[in-house]
């Protein structure tokens, strides 16, 4: 998981010895939905819904949100999905709804096994569909893929799966999905965490703050492999120990050798609504592989 709480009270939790197996997470999915608005950055996540429609069995489908009572813009949307779907084969539908991120969430929630992928700027600081992935994640219980701007579809069958942890209880809930997108994309899970000082400087009566991550990295990676491995699915761990930030360390990390990230995003309560954590937003953004967002319990 990506956490922005660097320099908190809290220590890094410790793996308490739960010998318990982890279970795989099925991936049921019939349907891929992909909102589209009629740019190129949106179809940018086309192929990744393809590939994950083809390995999954499913569907793709199209949505594209307008504004109600917008007649022109329905018949645009109507004209401009019905062109995508004579090069891709999907299904598609029009929305007019005034939020984007809100008629997503509903089409998702109109029948189980629906998945949606879409392209995004991971910034989520102003009313782009950067916003519209991060208001998503916000609105959503299951997984979210999101295709950051460097991101393509890694086919190759030799690229693992990623799951991005870091010492919390959360943990055991990423991968548990991880472990499930591995057995279904047929890959390697690879176990990683990243370390590091939360603080360079002191704080609090002149000590310094709490490292970042697990306080005994290897051995808590190694646990949670030990009970992922009972699943059939080959894992491996990795510690990465970087200075500055887990976004810059999984950026390198990530290059075209793995074929998905998993995290998770934390989301924080505030100003009556859920937004994910912008460490999560800003790590989509410069990974080179597509990222599945797992929304995790609200902080205050």
């Known amino acids: 998981m990506i956490s922005c709480t660097a320099g908190s009270s809290t220590p890094p939790a410790r793996f308490d010895g739960d010998p318990a197996r982890f279970a795989v997470q099925p991936v049921d999915i019939g349907h891929v939905v992909v909102p589209l608005d009629g740019s190129p950055f949106a179809e940018r996540a086309l192929p990744v819904a393809q590939w994950v429609a083809d390995v999954a069995g499913a569907d793709v489908h199209l949505l594209e949100v307008v504004a109600s009572g917008d007649d022109e813009g329905v018949e645009g949307a109507i004209r401009y999905l019905d062109n995508v779907c004579r090069r891709h084969a999907a299904s598609w539908d029009v929305a007019e709804r005034g939020d984007v991120a809100e008629a997503l969430a509903g089409a998702l929630a109109a029948s189980p096994g629906r998945l949606a992928c879409l392209a995004t700027h991971g910034r ?8 519209v992935a991060a208001s998503l994640v916000g609105r959503t219980t299951g997984p979210v893929m999101l295709v950051g701007p460097g991101a393509r579809a890694v086919t190759a069958t030799d690229a693992p799966v990623v799951v991005a942890v ?18 279904r994309l047929a890959r390697r899970l690879d176990i990683v965490t990243v370390v590091g000082p939360g603080h360079p400087e002191p704080v609090g009566g002149g000590q310094r703050g709490p490292t970042r991550g697990p306080s005994e990295p290897e051995s808590y990676v190694e646990s949670l492999a030990a009970r992922a491995r009972g699943s059939g699915v080959p894992v491996v761990t990795r510690v990465v120990r970087n200075s500055t930030s887990v976004r810059a360390a999984l950026s390198l990390l990530l290059d075209r050798t793995a074929a998905l990230l998993v995290i998770g995003s934390r989301r924080r309560e505030g100003l009556g609504r859920m937004a994910p954590g912008s460490c999560s937003a800003s790590t989509v953004h410069d990974v080179a592989v597509p990222a599945l967002v797992v929304p995790l319990p609200a902080e205050a």
């Open 124 to 131: 989520g600081r102003s009313a782009t569909i950067g916003s």
């Open 166 to 183: 870091d010492g919390t209880t959360h943990d055991h809930t990423l991968v548990a999905v991880a472990l499930g997108w591995a057995a």
